[in-house]
């Protein structure tokens, strides 16, 4: 049973950053990827940034606001936002893609973190 434990969202001000985590648990393979996706009320869930091997995407929105990194050793995903605006208020998912001892591709979410940026 794979787990992925987030923590770090919040409450803060336009301009202003947050650091989320997310650790990842149990037994697999290898892990392919993590990362970050979001969804705002109402609006679809979307990805924010993900980490693949030793290559890095964004989403169009992020433009440099946001670095994720990983802790290769201890199964954990980062996630730095800075410049926040209050657009960035949603929950924000941990995602990591894992494969198993049967060589197939799983995808696992986390419980999600709200962050909420206040004008």
């Known amino acids: 049973q794979v787990q992925l434990v987030e923590s770090g969202g919040g409450l803060v001000e336009a301009g202003g950053s947050l650091r989320l985590s997310c650790a990842a648990s149990g037994r697999w393979s290898r892990i392919n990827s993590m990362g970050w996706y979001r969804q705002a009320p109402e609006k679809q869930r979307e990805p924010v940034a993900s980490s693949i091997g030793g290559f890095t995407m964004y989403g169009d929105f992020v433009k440099g606001r946001f670095t994720i990194s990983r802790d290769n050793v201890k199964n954990t995903v980062f996630l730095q936002m800075n410049s926040l605006k209050p657009e960035d208020t949603a929950v924000y998912y941990c995602?990591?893609?894992?494969?198993?001892?049967?060589?197939?591709?799983?995808?696992?979410w986390g419980q999600g973190t709200q962050v909420t940026v206040s004008s």
């Open positions: 995602h990591a893609q894992i494969i198993d001892y049967d060589l197939r591709n799983y995808d696992y």
